[in-house]
C-alpha cells in the first residue's frame, strides 16, 4: 500500500482545511485508513480512521464535531475536513493503513509522508 498526504498549510484559528490521502496498491481497500498527528517532541497522536469498505468511522475527542474523515472510492482518496482549527491543532499530519483499525500507531502498517498544518494568526 502506498500512501500519499496532501492538503496542509497554514490557517488562521477558527479557519478550515482539507487534508487529502491518495491511496493506491492491490489490497488498499482491504485496510482501515487512519489519520495521525504529531508536534514536536511529542508521540503520533490519533485524530480519525474510517474503514475502507465503510460503516466504521472513528475520531479522538479532541477533534470530534469539528474534523470529518470521508473517502471517495473513485478517486482511491481520503480526506481530513478540518473546521474550527485551533492552535493546538498545529502538527504534522500522516496518513497511514492498517488491518486492524485501531487508535494505536504501532497497528498501522504503511504510512504515508507527513503534511503541515500550521495554525497561527
Known amino acids: 500500500v502506498q500512501l500519499q498526504a496532501s492538503g496542509g498549510g497554514l490557517v488562521q484559528p477558527g479557519g478550515s482545511l482539507t487534508l487529502s490521502c491518495a491511496a493506491s496498491?492491490?489490497?488498499?481497500?482491504?485496510?482501515?485508513l487512519g489519520w495521525f498527528r504529531r508536534t514536536s517532541g511529542k508521540q503520533r497522536e490519533f485524530v480519525a480512521a474510517?474503514?475502507?469498505?465503510?460503516?466504521?468511522?472513528d475520531y479522538a475527542d479532541s477533534v470530534t464535531g469539528r474534523f470529518t474523515i470521508s473517502r471517495d472510492n473513485a478517486k482511491n482518496e481520503v480526506y481530513l475536513q478540518m473546521n474550527n482549527l485551533k492552535l493546538e491543532d498545529t502538527a504534522l499530519y500522516y496518513c497511514?493503513?492498517?488491518?486492524?483499525?485501531?487508535?494505536?500507531?504501532?497497528?498501522?502498517?504503511?504510512w504515508g509522508q507527513g503534511t503541515q498544518v500550521t495554525v497561527s494568526s
Open positions: 497511514a493503513a492498517s488491518t486492524i483499525g485501531s487508535r494505536r500507531s504501532d497497528s498501522y502498517d504503511y
Open positions: 496498491g492491490r489490497t488498499y481497500r482491504k485496510y482501515v
Open positions: 474510517i474503514k475502507w469498505g465503510g460503516g466504521v468511522i
